[in-house]
């Protein structure tokens, strides 16, 4: 039943929360900033939303004492500032850093000490461009698989995740991952997937439409639905922008199964994947609208009102419901129970040249309002339809409008018509809005050249590193090249789509160049250990509107990752291995492993 797999709905059919807000009334900001306890494969646990250093209960039931604050000590605490410090202890209190220093002065007896044992520690990590919203949507238990390396990684880490999924429901894997990571470079088969988890069904996609591969229940599932599924367990790819494929088809039946209980579970488990490889601040890019449009003859019985009504059978793994799709985000941080920082760009994608919805946005919506936890932003990564066929006459009246607007902007570019096109166009809207001072953004620019960065830094902007050809070519983004140029850069790696979430693995392809097999490509253009580090560091605020975050500094938030192993000193290799032991965003555990003291 459609009740049984969406919001609640009103007597006309339109969804709401569970509050009875209307899907155009939900972005409402608002609630606290900690997180709460939630679980993932192979152990993970987040704090709940009490500070971490709240000490339990001892056994004999005396009252525990209130530590007010957290303090670090005996570490190799990596500051990232301007000096580019290295301490041995800091001090964090009211979720700031309080103290940093090699040894603290006037500590209370009520503050909790964490012996460091000389671990390197580095800033939280910050990611300025992925798609974690999308992440927290997907169907059945996502499960990432962008650490694993071999087939046999892939049956460990999907097996290891059945313990905590109920009987009957689904372990998925939808993006994020592509088989030129692992040594077979294939997908695992029905046979091996079956191997690793028997009695659950499993479905692994790559990218946006697939291909995708299914284990024995999964198949019949699928078959029931009259989905063809190969004996090996495959079901076939499309391109994931038009027309419906296999896998396309696949997807919907698992997002109609799907609840808003689910997505908030989900969500909460995206958060706390995320902490476990240190990246404690988020910046959303949006996704497609889904196709599942009504107006066209009122498909979906919800009226002539033309917003989206829910998936689509032609929809890829980009797509989202777009005046839903936060609404998962919003009502955890209402409760209280985010881990990570999230910050929130607007995708816009319209044809009309009237451009209404992106009026709406700009006239109704506010850049840069939210919580530290939660915060819209720009109007990004696409400002109209025009992906790879900029320049569009809608894309150049939007930017105007945008700039008019004086709102941050950010652009995809893949191709070199795109930066092309997108520089030249914002040249010309520079001669009537100036956005010198708007901090406008090029995104993922991998093969950008040194002349149109010369042209974008004279306007004031910044671009995005993406390194998400790390599972095809590896030869891009021109880091060397971006870095040398001066301008403003920072990375992100597009990650929960067709590139890792994982930072480390995106700063092993900075630095050695090579993609998911091992091929350097992007030869001359390696950047220093610690030049892809101050990317996802202190290159960040000027993203963020100069937010306190990116550096352990006093006064700035006491977000912090302290790590498994040196990322200086470990080889290249060991870089994709590295992981957090520790946790903190704003002096609380978004991830704790239990080793340290």
Not at 248 to 276: G, H, I, K, N, P
Not at 339 to 350: A, K, P, S
Not at 414 to 421: E, L, N, S, T
Not at 514 to 527: E, L, S, Y
Request: hydrophobic residues 40%.
């Amino acid at each position: 039943m459609a009740s049984d797999r969406r919001l609640p709905s009103n007597s006309t059919g339109r969804a709401q929360d569970q509050n009875g807000v209307s899907r155009r009334r939900f972005l409402a900001a608002g609630g606290a900033a900690a997180g709460a306890a939630v679980g993932l494969a192979g152990g993970l646990s987040v704090s709940r939303p009490e500070r971490v250093n709240a000490a339990s209960s001892p056994a004999s039931g005396a009252p525990a004492p209130f530590f007010s604050d957290i303090a670090l000590v005996n570490g190799k605490i990596h500051t990232m500032d301007a000096s580019n410090r290295v301490v041995t202890s800091v001090l964090i209190r009211d979720g700031r850093f309080y103290q940093v220093a090699d040894k603290l002065s006037g500590v209370a007896s009520n503050v909790r000490k964490i012996d460091l044992g000389g671990r390197t520690v580095l800033p939280g990590l910050v990611d300025t461009h992925n798609h974690i919203v999308l992440m927290g949507l997907r169907p059945g238990y996502h499960t990432p698989l962008e650490n694993a390396y071999s087939i046999r990684d892939v049956q460990t880490t999907l097996a290891a995740r059945r313990p905590v999924v109920p009987s009957g429901q689904w372990i998925t894997t939808i993006g994020g991952f592509n088989p030129s990571q692992f040594t077979e470079n294939r997908l695992p088969t029905l046979t091996e997937l079956d191997a690793a988890v028997f009695d659950r069904p499993l479905y692994v996609q790559v990218g946006f439409a697939g291909p995708a591969t299914t284990n024995t229940m999964g198949k019949a599932f699928f078959t029931s639905k009259g989905i063809p599924v190969g004996p090996d367990g495959s079901i076939a790819s499309g391109n994931g922008l038009v027309g419906t494929s296999p896998t396309q088809l696949a997807l919907y039946e698992l997002r109609q199964m799907q609840t808003f209980d689910d997505q908030m579970r989900s969500t909460l488990d995206c958060m706390a994947y995320a902490a476990t490889v240190g990246a404690t601040t988020q910046l959303d890019q949006g996704a497609w609208p889904s196709l599942a449009s009504c107006g066209a003859g009122d498909a979906c019985g919800c009226g002539e009102e033309p917003i989206p009504c829910g998936s689509s059978p032609d929809d890829g793994a980009a797509h989202a419901e777009e005046y839903l799709m936060h609404l998962p985000l919003v009502t955890l941080h209402r409760q209280g129970k985010m881990t990570i920082r999230v910050r929130v760009n607007f995708l816009e994608f319209e044809t009309d040249p009237t451009l209404p919805h992106l009026k709406a946005r700009l006239n109704d919506t506010w850049p840069f309002f939210g919580s530290d936890m939660l915060r819209t932003g720009a109007i990004g990564e696409f400002t109209a339809y025009g992906a790879v066929t900029l320049p569009h006459p809608v894309w150049l009246e939007a930017t105007t409008l945008v700039a008019q607007a004086r709102w941050r902007n950010e652009n995809h570019s893949i191709v070199p018509p795109d930066y092309q096109a997108i520089v030249e166009g914002w040249e010309t809207v520079n001669q009537l809005y100036s956005i010198t001072d708007l901090r406008w953004v090029l995104a993922h620019v991998p093969s950008i050249t040194a002349d149109y960065l010369a042209r974008l830094k004279a306007l004031g902007c910044g671009v995005n590193l993406s390194g998400f050809t790390y599972f095809s070519s590896g030869t891009g983004p021109p880091y060397r090249t971006v870095l040398d140029s001066g301008i403003r850069a920072a990375a992100g790696g597009d990650g929960m789509q067709i590139a890792p979430m994982n930072p480390f693995i995106h700063m092993y392809h900075a630095t050695t160049g090579r993609n998911a097999r091992g091929v350097v490509g992007n030869t001359g253009q390696q950047i220093s250990r610690l030049e892809a580090l101050r990317l996802y560091t202190s290159a960040t605020p000027w993203f963020f509107d100069d937010e306190p975050l990116g550096t352990i500094e006093v006064g700035k938030y006491g977000d912090l990752v302290v790590l498994n192993d040196d990322y200086f000193s470990v080889p290249d290799e060991g870089l994709k291995q590295l992981r957090s032991v520790l946790t903190l965003v704003g002096g609380n555990a978004a991830y704790d492993a239990g080793v340290l003291h």
